[in-house]
């Protein structure tokens, strides 16, 4: 428990809090307020960094420091605000996070900030999809981190974004 | 001059919903995929009433018991004698589901909004995220035939033996039985890939345009009867993947294009494909 990021902790309590209704709203604030992406990775919303266990286009791109802290960017059209709004919830939840804490976070988030509730069981399967594909993702670049030295490193998973 | 649709009055523009906005005889209701989309806006005094969490039964299969519909309607102001306009997201999709299972318990006057979410988003009419609340009605139940629209799968497997027209709206990819889901929709599994024998694959999304709104009289004819070969009278099953889809072929081989005798397989491909002993078909 102990072990998930701050910012994810304090997301959870206060959506794991909230009832139906403010839940519904919060999850939409999320949605509303997801930071656009950086230009230099717009130009790269390609199938490569496109999840596909979800069914609106979701594009993440995940960075790892050589000091192993999580960077993390991410977009998804606003006409489809629940899975926009969860993709806002790990971009403010993970950023910053090490990637052993992004490693660490339960695969059973989605069901702890109260998601199936509103969604019903249906629609949640493809946000597990997401969670799963940004822990590949750090994983695949501690791998890259580990295996070369640390500025060749950051080149590399610069380049593979 | 262009040719119009068979039941034109089942299909209402955005100008007329904003005409009929404060109309106590309509309703509006919103019905989606994404059900946090009624919250961010909708149509002003529009109700929204959730395929899954408000038509389908949360234990069996099924859709919810006429007592509860009953309640749901109550609860939006629908009478029996209430114009319900349907409109949602995904070109009406869910509209038309829900439409559907209006009809499975006899409502009578059900209309979509042609072009759905997007068109009245697109073209920046008025929205509000205010939640309505109406006086609760007395809503009777008409109940129906549901023989008429929905078809179970002995039927179906009748249907196909017999070698009667088969509609399947699902994407190429799915028909031949190269994925088991929709690309990006691996929610609702199969453990065969395929389509049910003598089926003709039209995807749903051939019968609406890029803007939301349904294609012309003309296209839908040279479509489902040129192409395909459909005649008006014959026995159609349509089908899909959950039987969403396949509301919308089914909305519009009955309304737009006047066919009498249209059914659809709620059951669908999630059903088919997991079937113990039923033919399979593969490839295009």
Known sequence: MSTMPPALEAITKELGSADRQERIELLIDFAKSLPPLPEELAAFKDAAHRVEECQSPVYLFVRVSPDQIVEFHADAPIEAPTVRGFVAILVEGLTGATAQQVLAVGDDLVERIGLPEILGMLRVRGLHGILRRIKAEVARAMIANDLAPPTAAAEHSSRTQ | ?284
């Open chain 2, 1 to 284: 001059m262009a040719e119009s649709y068979v039941h034109p009055e089942v299909l209402v523009s955005a100008e007329w919903v904003q005409a009929h906005l404060n109309d106590p005889k309509v309703r509006i209701v919103e019905s989606d995929e994404d059900v946090l989309l009624y919250d961010m806006g909708h149509v002003p005094g529009s109700v929204k009433i959730d395929w899954q969490g408000d038509l389908q039964d949360q234990l069996t299969r099924d859709y919810i018991t006429a007592e509860k519909f009953a309640q749901i309607c109550s609860r939006a102001g629908i009478s029996a004698d209430t114009t319900v306009v349907f409109y949602g997201d995904k070109s009406n999709w869910w509209a038309c589901y829900a439409l559907w299972a209006f009809k499975l318990f006899g409502h009578k006057d059900c209309r979509i909004l042609n072009g759905g979410r997007k068109f009245w988003y697109d073209h920046k009419l008025p929205i509000s995220t205010e939640v309505p609340s109406y006086a609760p009605t007395d809503y009777k139940v008409a109940g129906s035939d549901e023989s008429e629209i929905r078809v179970f799968r002995d039927a179906v497997l009748a249907h196909s033996k017999a070698g009667l027209p088969l509609l399947d709206v699902r994407s190429p990819k799915e028909f031949t039985g190269e994925k088991l889901h929709m690309e990006e929709y691996p929610q609702e599994g199969s453990l065969r890939g395929g389509h049910i024998p003598g089926a003709k694959n039209v995807p749903w999304g051939r019968s609406v345009n890029d803007d939301g709104t349904f294609k012309s009289i003309e296209e839908l004819k040279a479509l489902y009867q040129d192409e395909i070969g459909l005649k008006p009278n014959d026995t159609v099953v349509a089908y899909c993947r959950i039987g969403e889809r396949s509301s919308l072929t089914w909305f519009v081989l009955k309304y737009l294009m006047g066919f009498t005798n249209v059914k659809n397989y709620d059951g669908s491909w999630c059903e088919w494909g997991n079937l113990v002993r039923v033919p399979i078909a593969k490839g295009a």
